[in-house]
């Protein structure tokens, strides 16, 4: 059974940093793609960043330069995070953590290619 716990969400004012964390079972570190995905009230999930097994990441445009997606599997603690700097009021979401089995190169930013998910942690942006 995957599980994905995330916490770091909170209230911040423009312009500040937020990370989120994301606990992970241990063995979906081997050959999943990991991301972090958001939504807004009233509008679509969508892809923030992602992650594949061998570390390389892909962002969504809105978020480059300003967020970054890690993980950590030393001393078992396989945690994925998101550092979110130079955060703006349109960064306003519930934020999950997601993974899927990566089958291909790439692990895509499309949230319906992720299988399991988080509960969920919410990120405020006043301005």
């Known amino acids: 059974q995957v599980q994905l716990v995330e916490s770091g969400g909170g209230s911040v004012q423009a312009g500040g940093s937020l990370r989120l964390s994301c606990a992970a079972s241990a063995y979906i570190y081997s050959h999943y793609c990991m991301g972090w995905f958001r939504q807004a009230p009233g509008k679509e999930r969508e892809g923030v960043a992602v992650?594949?097994?061998?570390?390389?990441?892909?962002?969504a445009d809105s978020v480059k330069g300003r967020f970054t997606i890690s993980k950590d599997n030393a001393n078992a603690k396989n945690t994925l995070y998101l550092q979110m700097n130079s955060l703006k009021p349109e960064d306003t979401a519930m934020y999950y953590c997601?993974?899927?089995?990566?089958?291909?190169?790439?692990?895509?930013?499309?949230?319906?290619?992720?299988?399991?998910w988080g509960q969920g942690t919410q990120v405020t942006v006043s301005s």
């Open positions: 997601a993974a899927a089995p990566q089958y291909g190169l790439f692990c895509p930013l499309a949230s319906a290619a992720y299988n399991y």
């Open positions: 992650i594949d097994s061998d570390g390389i990441t892909s962002y």
